[in-house]
T-cell receptor, first 110, second 110 residues
Framework: QKEVEQDPGPLSVPEGAIVSLNCTYS??????FMWYRQYSRKGPELLMY????GNKEDGRFTAQVDKSSKYISLFIRDSQPSDSATYLC??????????FGAGTRLAVHP | NAGVTQTPKFQVLKTGQSMTLQCAQD?????MYWYRQDPGMGLRLIYYSASEGTTDKGEVPNGYNVSRLNKREFSLRLESAAPSQTSVYFC?????????FGPGTRLTVL
């Protein structure tokens, strides 16, 4: 079993839709959970960072962590064409325990 | 602030050639990282430096060496490039648990 699983997509939605992106993990040592957005041919940029179970909201983005189920989600409300990118989850358990998901490609069409 | 910068942006090597990828950050972060990104595999940690003067192996260190030249700079060296090292290389820095990425170097080994 992989330590981190992320559906690669692609996910195609109409503008204005609510998008749900998910990652599961198996290692209880992970303490910090991050979501990155990566546009084509660019470096990843940090969107959300959490370390506790529950929800964290930032504008149109909500990060959800369920440590008991080992599951994290990123919700995007009122999705825009500019949200079209690859979304990566990152799990951190320390300096040498940094595992990325493979990324989910999202396309939001007008 | 430039954030994290990487040079070069693109490079083509022949098998057996050597080269050094450069990375610098101006955020006064203690920790720096090198990742490679391959299609369908997300980002994988090659080496990291928790602080100036220290370096450690990540998930995929074989074929690479690193130098933490000072607090700002962290270089990645390929001594004898192989086609399997064709990838996009990202440098990142961190002052806590969040990581900030550079724009990447696209390396092709023929």
């Amino acid at each position: 079993q992989k330590e981190v699983e992320q559906d690669p997509g692609p996910l195609s939605v109409p503008e204005g839709a609510i998008v749900s992106l998910n990652c599961t993990y198996s290692n209880s040592a992970f303490q910090y959970f991050m979501w990155y957005r990566q546009y084509s041919r660019k470096g990843p940029e940090l969107l959300m960072y959490t370390y506790s179970s529950g929800n964290k909201e930032d504008g149109r983005f909500t990060a959800q962590v369920d440590k008991s189920s080992k599951y994290i989600s990123l919700f995007i409300r009122d999705s825009q064409p500019s949200d079209s990118a690859t979304y990566l989850c990152l799990f951190s358990g320390g300096y040498n325990k940094l595992i990325f998901g493979a990324g989910t490609r999202l396309a939001v069409h007008p | 602030n430039a954030g994290v910068t990487q040079t070069p942006k693109f490079q083509v090597l022949k098998t057996g050639q050597s080269m050094t990828l450069q990375c610098a950050q101006d955020m006064n972060h203690n920790s720096m990282y090198w990742y490679r990104q391959d299609p369908g595999m997300g980002l994988r940690l090659i080496y990291y430096s928790a602080s100036e003067g220290t370096t450690d192996k990540g998930e995929v260190p074989n074929g690479y060496n690193v130098s933490r030249l000072n607090k700002r700079e962290f270089s990645l060296r390929l001594e004898s490039a192989a086609p399997s090292q064709t990838s996009v290389y990202f440098c990142a820095s961190s002052g806590g648990n969040e990581q900030f990425f550079g724009p990447g170097t696209r390396l092709t080994v023929l």
